[in-house]
């Protein structure tokens, strides 16, 4: 048997703190009641709707929901690729109109640029920011050897696998050294397999920045592992319907997902969920 | 079995090399047999071997080197020019709407227009100088580039656009870094394309009158009945057209490097 990673002494809470009652004090990230509206050919479709939310300086926050519910739109926001229809975004109490270097995102597909080597595409944030050549490709060079790829650090992205790719991604969202990250259903486009090491490298790497992070997942699995909150999103219109503090102790690894004390309180938290009664969330049944 | 598999498709991959050497031998051979035996006319299907003779004496003379240098000048600049005004105006309209508005409709309008219907016009706007050549050049390549950068631009991935903005790029090396390398490969596409291009106006443009050039000695040729001169002058402009496109072809692949 191996050993519990949960302590057997220490209570699961899983606690429900939507709608926010009192402003977190250290907010970094201050969502105020966001509405994103689109131009479909049918119409306006509300993607995001009154969203209000916080995440406090050092927080892992995971954004839980199915697909087409406005995830990403409301990730967007955050990032300033998106104009709020309605409400704002505050990030470190300045509104997001455009993007920010301080703000990094990790997107679902990688999108590296194909015509630069695995270092330079991690040197590209630095250098885009005035930083001399030689200093960019040392920060470069150190999130090489942190995200374990020092033997392809002049490799073009084409020639990674898709798992090295987004490794790749992330270092080089980290090279401007951003106070926020925020991940698009970074893992969605990988095999079970090379999701659940990149899940562990996040945690281990977690542990080694203090960047806020921000993570977009479908998967309510991901979201609990990785998580210190977990926000339930429903579809059309985007809505936030739970706030669910997640009180598994750190370090934690991808082991948990198989322990009991983990079951009970995924459990609990598709129970909340389908409490709701949304149609939407029949996808997340409980298959154990 | 499987070795008499592999011997026998071996023997077949030397057989078809052995027959693509001996192509264009065999069929120059056939071609001098069929025109020295009297079936067809001799003086306007000339032999090979008199083909030859025009050539070399083309070459001795001093006139081929002056030919192919004033239809390579031609050719490259008007290269040049056109490809440079298709890639600057080809990022502009792709990448920002109004400018597309502005120029689109009319660039539609005058593509497909062949560029040797302007030879008349352009024997009355520039006579027989040089600038009215160049201007048929650039003409044909122009528009060629100018919508495969176009379409390039606007195919780059929207999702490396953001990824460079949330790293913070300028706006500038946006449009010059991203948004041209993204679009490259389509762009050196029409750039290939275009060099096939400026050949075929190349050939209007000596044809509408010129005082040398290669084209304009096969006119000359042809006048005086030196139908051997003639062939000798496809013959180069075949060649000259088919090593533009292969070193073209090798230079576009170098461009996208990271492939
Ligand atoms: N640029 C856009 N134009 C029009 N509709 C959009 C656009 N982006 C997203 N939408 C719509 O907004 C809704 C939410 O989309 P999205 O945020 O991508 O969801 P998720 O990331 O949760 O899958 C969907 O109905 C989608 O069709
Ligand atoms: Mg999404």
């Known amino acids: 048997m191996t050993p519990s990673l949960l302590r057997p002494d220490q209570p699961l809470r899983l606690v429900d703190t ?16 966001l509405s994103i509206v689109f131009d479909g050919p049918s119409g306006q479709v509300i993607a995001v709707d009154r969203v ?41 109490g300045e509104a997001m109109r455009a993007p920010r270097p301080e703000i990094g995102m990790v997107f679902q597909q990688p999108h590296l640029f194909p015509w630069k080597s695995v270092r330079r595409n991690i040197a590209h944030g630095p250098r885009a920011l005035g930083k001399p050549k030689a200093e960019a490709l040392r920060i470069a060079d150190d999130l090489i050897e942190m995200i374990g790829l020092t033997r392809f650090a002049s490799a073009y992205p084409h020639t990674l696998s898709g798992g090295m ?49 921000v993570f977009v997942t479908h998967d309510i699995d991901e979201a609990i592992l990785l998580s210190d909150r977990v926000l339930i999103m429903s579809a059309g219109p985007g809505r936030i319907l739970r706030d669910l503090q997640v009180s598994l102790p750190r370090p934690r690894s991808s082991a948990i997902v198989a322990e009991a004390a983990y079951l009970a309180l995924k459990r609990d938290c598709l129970d909340l969920i389908r409490s709701e009664g949304r149609r939407a969330f029949e996808q997340m049944e409980i298959r154990t | 079995m499987s070795g008499g598999g592999r011997r026998s498709t071996s023997t077949a991959a030397r057989l078809s090399v052995l027959v693509a050497v001996l192509s264009v031998p065999a069929f120059t051979g056939v071609w001098e047999l069929v025109a020295r035996s009297g079936i067809v006319n001799a003086v306007l299907f000339p032999p090979p071997s008199t083909v030859a003779v025009a050539v070399l004496e083309w070459i001795r003379s001093g006139q081929f080197f002056g030919d192919l ?35 689109s409709p009319l660039f539609h309008i005058l593509r497909p227009i062949p560029p040797i219907a302007f030879v008349p016009i352009v024997i009355l706007w520039f006579g027989l100088s040089e600038t009215g050549k160049l201007f048929l050049v650039v003409w044909g390549v122009f528009f060629t580039v100018w919508l495969a950068t176009h379409i390039g631009v ?8 953001r990824a460079a903005q949330m790293l913070g790029t300028p706006q500038r090396h946006m449009l010059w870094e991203i948004v041209l390398l993204g679009a490259l490969p389509y762009i050196t596409v029409g750039l290939r394309t275009a060099v096939s291009i400026s050949f075929y106006t190349l050939v209007a443009a000596e044809l509408a009158g010129a005082f040398s050039g290669i084209v304009y000695r096969i006119e000359i040729a042809q006048q005086n009945m030196q139908t051997g001169q003639v062939m000798g002058g496809l013959a180069a402009l075949g060649l000259l057209s088919f090593v533009a496109d292969r070193s073209f072809a090798t230079l576009a692949e170098r461009a996208v490097w990271w492939r």
């Not at chain 1, 995440?55 to 690729?81: D, R, W, Y």
């Open chain 1, 18 to 33: 939507y709608p926010p009652s009192a402003p977190a004090l250290q907010a970094i990230i201050r969502v105020e009641d």
């Open chain 1, 52 to 92: 209000s939310l916080a995440v406090a300086q050092g927080e892992f926050v995971s954004i839980v929901g199915p697909s087409g519910c406005g995830k990403s739109t409301l990730l967007n926001a955050m990032a300033g690729l998106e104009r709020p229809f309605e409400g704002q975004v505050l990030i470190a």
């Open chain 1, 165 to 213: 790719q987004q490794r790749v991604a992330i270092a080089r969202a980290l090279a401007n050294q951003p106070r926020v990250l925020l991940m698009d259903e970074p893992f969605g486009a990988l095999d079970a397999q090379t999701r659940a090491v990149m899940q562990d490298n996040l945690l281990e790497l977690r542990e080694r920045i203090n960047a806020t992070i």
């Open chain 2, 69 to 103: 240098v004033a239809s390579l000048s031609r050719v490259a600049a008007g290269f040049a020019i056109g490809a440079a005004g298709g890639i600057v105006l080809g990022v502009l309209t792709g990448q920002f709407r109004l400018v597309s508005s502005l120029l």
């Open chain 2, 154 to 161: 606007q195919k780059v991935d929207r999702g490396l656009i």
